[in-house]
């Protein structure tokens, strides 16, 4: 259903290391870098994507202002690969918002841990068992 989705960011650097770790344990790459070059008012705006392969399907872009911010759950191939991401993600600057763990109250089977990135964001990696 979704071929891709955007996050945003006040604080480029910080959130591209975070996406960059807590990403990477669940075998996603960064696999864009640009400047978004023609935004007249924020010529020198960074973004960056992720995905399995080449192709781009998670954006972090760079913004001026605060936001309201969001929920995103990454697919996670097994329990390790969840666990893997959640320590990733408090390894790089993350906070801990649900350590992981089974939450039957969604299904059966249903394993997942929860990390706020550095502007907030609530970012979950699952397995569905």
Excluded: Q
């Amino acid at each position: 259903m979704i071929d891709h989705l955007s996050t945003y960011t006040t604080d480029f650097e910080a959130a591209r290391g975070f996406y960059d770790a807590a990403l990477a344990a669940l075998g996603y790459e960064r696999n864009v870098e640009m400047v978004m070059e023609w935004d007249t008012e924020f010529p020198n705006r960074r973004a960056c994507a992720y995905g399995a392969g080449p192709k781009p399907t998670f954006w972090l872009v760079e913004v001026r202002e605060a936001f309201t911010p969001r929920h995103v759950a990454f697919a996670a191939r097994d329990r390790a690969a969840v666990d893997a991401f959640h320590a990733a993600g408090l390894g790089a600057g993350g906070t801990d918002n649900g350590a992981p763990g089974e939450r039957p109250i969604y299904h059966p089977g249903y394993y997942g841990s929860f990390v706020l990135d550095p502007d907030g964001n609530n970012v979950e990696a699952v397995n569905h068992g």
